[in-house]
């Protein structure tokens, strides 16, 4: 089992370009949770999807930000337009299904930088 | 609004030394409570869960409790070691499968 996989690890934009940011969850998971770090603070919660479905966004900015779980492939965050303030390290977690009350296994982060 | 607190920021020991990390949280009402290790530059990974009906879980030397009534968690690392610093972060889920709420961590350091 390969854990949480992102990529990319790192990805340098420059301001008012796209960022696309990809998670593949563990084997056998359906939930994937996406946390956003800035610098110097703890981690925020962004958005909560299973496949082809949103299930909390309460977490994410009302405009440029975007995430979906497609039935084949992996879990996308989208940052349009970005900003330097968008410079960050996001998260990825997965879960299986609720109810288990199992941990929440988290990828290695992509550090966003823009300039 | 779920608030996570972790206390001290910053802890700094020589080595061997017992230490107890804080973490404490405003709603009671929560699912479980998780603790992770952060190292610089990289992932979260999973300390310990305890589940809402636990008072504490044990793995090797780490040891971590929970008491919902307070609001309080603690971890407590045994005969510190160097390859221990790091960040530590607690987290809450207030219901199954919902967000973790993170508090913003205690960072370690233990001097050889």
């Known amino acids: 089992n390969a854990g949480v996989m992102q990529n990319p690890r790192h990805l340098v934009r420059r301001r008012g370009q796209e960022a696309r940011l990809r998670c593949s969850p563990m084997?056998?998971?359906?939930?994937v949770y996406w946390y956003r770090q800035l610098p110097e603070e703890g981690l925020k919660f962004m958005v909560y999807?299973?496949?082809?479905?949103?299930?909390?966004e309460s977490g994410m900015p009302k405009e440029r930000f975007s995430a979906e779980f497609p039935k084949e492939g992996p879990s996308i965050l989208r940052i349009q337009q970005v900003v330097r303030g968008d410079s960050a390290a996001y998260f990825c977690?997965?879960?299986?299904?609720?109810?288990?009350?199992?941990?929440?296994?988290f990828g290695q982060g992509t550090r966003l930088t823009v300039v | 609004k779920q608030e996570v607190t972790q206390i001290p920021a910053a802890l700094s020991v020589p080595e061997g030394e017992n230490l107890v990390l804080n973490c404490s949280f405003t709603?009671?009402?929560?699912?479980?409570l998780q603790w992770f290790r952060q190292d610089p530059g990289k992932g979260l990974t999973s300390l310990l869960l305890?589940?809402?009906?636990?008072r504490e879980q044990t793995s090797g030397r780490l040891n971590a409790s929970l008491d919902k009534s307070s609001g309080r968690s603690t971890l407590y690392i045994a005969a510190s070691q160097p390859g221990d610093s790091a960040t530590y972060l607690c987290?809450?889920?207030?219901?199954?499968?919902?967000?973790?709420?993170f508090g913003e961590g205690t960072q370690l350091t233990v001097n050889p």
């Open positions: 977690a997965s879960s299986p299904l609720p109810g288990l009350n199992t941990e929440a296994f």
């Open positions: 084997k056998g998971h359906s939930h």
């Open positions: 999807l299973q496949k082809e479905n949103i299930i909390d």
């Open positions: 709603d009671s009402a929560i699912y479980n």
């Open positions: 305890i589940q809402s009906s636990q």
């Open positions: 987290a809450s889920e207030e219901t199954s499968g919902s967000r973790l709420t």
